[in-house]
Nanobody, 120 residues
Framework: QVQLVESGGGLVQAGGSLRLSCAAS????????VGWFRQAPGKDRVFVGY????????SYADSVKGRFTISRDNAKNTVYLQMNSLKPEDTAVYYC?????????????WGQGTQVTVSS
């Protein structure tokens, strides 16, 4: 099993920045990639981006390209989501999720989420 814990959420003004962290523990050697998702009130959870555990591959949703950056520190078993130029529409609960190497297209492990609120 893999446990994921997000942190770093909070309240920020539009145009500001936040960095979210996703700390992984347990069988982290089985993780192929870590993705970030977000869910705004009354809306479905949507994909934000992902990074492979090796760091060789990243992908982002169009809505965050150029503003958000995902990175990882394997020594700390932590993945980061750097969010710049934040907009009120970025307000959501942000989740990190891990896909196992034996099922790389499915996010098996999920964190509890962290709230990000962007004020206008």
């Amino acid at each position: 099993q893999v446990q994921l814990v997000e942190s770093g959420g909070g309240l920020v003004q539009a145009g500001g920045s936040l960095r979210l962290s996703c700390a992984a523990s347990g069988r982290t050697f089985s993780v192929y990639k870590v993705g970030w998702f977000r869910q705004a009130p009354g809306k479905d959870r949507v994909f934000v981006g992902y990074i492979t555990w090796s760091g060789r591959s990243r992908s982002y949703a169009d809505s965050v390209k150029g503003r958000f950056t995902i990175s990882r520190d394997n020594a700390k078993n932590t993945v980061y989501l750097q969010m710049n130029s934040l907009k009120p529409e970025d307000t959501a609960v942000y989740y990190c999720a891990g896909a196992a190497s034996w099922s790389p297209s499915e996010y098996t492990y999920w964190g509890q989420g962290t709230q990000v609120t962007v004020s206008s």
